[in-house]
């Protein structure tokens, strides 16, 4: 099927996250009668909507997905249908209405962040990713450019940031730093002319691994062990260097260094690191180097996106996701 993009219109029907979640029940009953869905069961994930695992009339495993209808998501059809097979699940059907997909159900799903990867070899997964999507040639004008989106979430954020500066001395970082991150974004946006695909989301919760095998066993150190020891390595590798599929997308069209803040940033989260003790060098050259990209301009926009997350976390009055970006804006900012 060719797909197409989500209707923009339902942005304005559902005001609010509450309307679309009150709604939604009915909608996945309507869902799985239409396209004669059974078993339907939540999947992990689905912060930005419901994702229940189901069974087709000719009983394949599947995915429902009801998207809660924002700005980012609009294309996210179209950039699931660019990617190469591999790279992407297929799209069985689907209502651009609803903003409902149902998915080809990759196999065996696990997330990058749950792959027990080392973390050098996890970023290294997602770099390889990245440079593939990164090669798709994106149906410019139709999507839109980074500079388009970003530039209204930074106007909001310079704009907010004054009311937050006591609260900012609270959490150990000045209101100055975060400004300065505000104007590396301006000054990013402004000097991007890159034509490049953007996933949007490229966190380590949205690549999943699609060929069997369980990643990253531990190294047993006895000698006794060394032929586990071997599968273990050989296992590793292949969750290294084989099959891994991208979801969730939010399409853009602009500098590639944008996508990689989130991915650095949980990965060192879930290896249980953080931004000011973890040497952040070497994990961005990593980064850099299956992407062909300047570290420096990751960084930079790693900066960027840190700022506007610290203005977020305290729009939100959640102080401890202000906190976690405000270091990792300090560490973004050693290496920009």
């Known amino acids: 099927m060719r797909a197409v993009a989500f209707d923009e219109d339902a942005i304005a029907r559902y005001s609010s996250r509450a309307e679309r979640d009150a709604a939604a029940p009915r909608l996945v009953e309507l869902l799985l009668a239409r396209w004669q869905l059974r078993s339907p069961r939540p999947l992990g994930g689905g912060q930005a909507g419901i994702v229940l695992g189901v069974?087709?009339?000719?009983?394949e495993r599947a995915v429902l997905k009801l998207a809660f209808p924002h700005p980012e998501a609009v294309w996210e059809p179209v950039a699931l249908q660019l990617l190469p097979r591999d790279l992407a699940p297929a799209i069985l059907r689907m209502d651009r209405f609803a903003w409902a997909l149902l998915l080809e159900r990759v196999r065996p799903g696990r997330p990058l962040w749950q792959s027990g990867l080392p973390l050098e070899r996890a970023l290294e997964v997602g770099a390889r990713v990245h440079a593939r999507i990164a090669a798709v040639s994106p149906p410019v004008p139709s999507v839109p450019r980074l500079a388009?989106?970003?530039?209204?979430?930074?106007?909001?954020?310079?704009?907010?940031?004054?009311?937050h500066a006591a609260r900012l001395a609270e959490i150990g970082i000045a209101e100055g730093a975060v400004a300065d991150g505000l104007a590396s974004a301006r000054a990013l946006l402004a000097s991007d002319a890159a034509s490049t695909l953007v996933h949007g989301d490229f966190n380590p919760g949205n690549l999943l691994s699609s060929e069997g095998g369980a990643a990253g066993a531990r190294t047993l150190g006895s000698p006794v062990?060394?032929?586990?020891?071997?599968?273990?390595r050989r296992r590793e590798n292949g969750a290294a260097h084989g099959h891994w599929r991208v979801i969730d997308p939010k399409p853009l069209v602009g500098d590639p260094a944008f996508d990689f803040h989130p991915l650095v940033r949980d990965l060192v989260h879930v290896a249980g690191g953080d931004p000011l003790g973890t040497p952040l060098a070497p994990l961005l050259a990593v980064v850099a180097e299956a992407p062909g990209l300047d570290g420096r301009r990751i960084a930079a926009w790693g900066a960027a996106r840190a700022a506007i997350h610290v203005v977020w976390g305290m729009d939100d009055g959640d102080a401890e996701v202000a906190r976690r970006e405000a270091a990792w804006l300090t560490a973004w900012s050693r290496l920009a």
């Open 225 to 232: 062990h060394a032929a586990a020891t071997r599968a273990a």
């Open 148 to 163: 388009e989106q970003y530039g209204t979430l930074v106007t909001g954020a310079d704009e907010r940031l004054p009311r």
């Open 55 to 59: 069974r087709t009339a000719d009983g």
